[in-house]
T-cell receptor, first 108, second 114 residues
Framework: AQRVTQPEKLLSVFKGAPVELKCNYS??????LFWYVQYSRQRLQLLLR??SRESIKGFTADLNKGETSFHLKKPFAQEEDSAMYYC??????????FGPGTSLSVIP | GAGVSQSPSNKVTEKGKDVELRCDPI?????LYWYRQSLGQGLEFLIY????????KSGLPSDRFSAERTGGSVSTLTIQRTQQEDSAVYLC????????????FGPGTRLTVT
């Protein structure tokens, strides 16, 4: 079955501390993985996708097929990073499955 | 340019009534997605359109839910005989086509069934 899990519902870190939001997936095909973010009172928007191998706002994510993970990392958290983060898996049939989300709170 | 728009932004309806939710995608985007976002539940995939066709309707929760897309543009999600458990935010997203493209989300329609 296709599934995305994000084990932490809530994550609090201090400003300047490293942050890692975990994402694991199950899918038998070749996955396309994304991280989306929703800031307070804003629309859901793309943060980054593994196919681009880019760093956005200091965030990076590496696809680990052996561990079926796509964890999101940032070395130094900022207050403006406080938001809801969703990991998403796109299947070869273009169905997109979102994880339950992790609410990140960065403490000043 | 204009982003994805959805109407109405809020809808309060009585249990048993039918509701229609509308999505206007970004012009030229051929793929369109509907999701349901319930409190604490994340995003639940409902249906996906490529053009006017819906290759995957597996996410529709029951036969009370239906969706259509006309002219490869506007889409309508209809919920018949609404139930209280249908209360949620319904999100629409569009993307340039099939494949690993960024999805552009609308602001959502908050549906409350009383």
């Amino acid at each position: 079955a296709q599934r995305v899990t994000q084990p932490e519902k809530l994550l609090s870190v201090f400003k300047g501390a490293p942050v890692e939001l975990k994402c694991n997936y199950s899918y038998s095909g070749s996955p396309e993985l994304f991280w989306y973010v929703q800031y307070s009172r804003q629309r859901l928007q793309l943060l980054l996708r593994h196919i681009s191998r880019e760093s956005i706002k200091g965030f990076t994510a590496d696809l680990n097929k052996g561990e079926t993970s796509f964890h999101l990392k940032k070395p130094f958290a900022q207050e403006e990073d406080s938001a809801m983060y969703y990991c998403a898996l796109q299947t070869s049939y273009d169905k997109v499955i979102f994880g339950p989300g992790t609410s990140l709170s960065v403490i000043p | 340019g204009a982003g994805v728009s959805q109407s109405p932004s809020n809808k309060v309806t009585e249990k048993g009534k039918d509701v229609e939710l509308r999505c206007d995608p970004i012009s030229g985007h051929t793929a369109l997605y509907w999701y349901r976002q319930s409190l604490g539940q994340g995003l639940e995939f409902l249906i996906y359109f490529q053009g006017n066709s819906a290759p995957d309707k597996s996410g529709l929760p029951s036969d009370r839910f239906s969706a259509e897309r006309t002219g490869g543009s506007v889409s309508t999600l209809t919920i018949q005989r609404t139930q209280q458990e249908d209360s949620a935010v319904y999100l629409c997203a569009s993307s340039p086509g099939a494949g690993p493209y960024e999805q552009y989300f609308g602001p959502g329609t908050r549906l409350t069934v009383t």
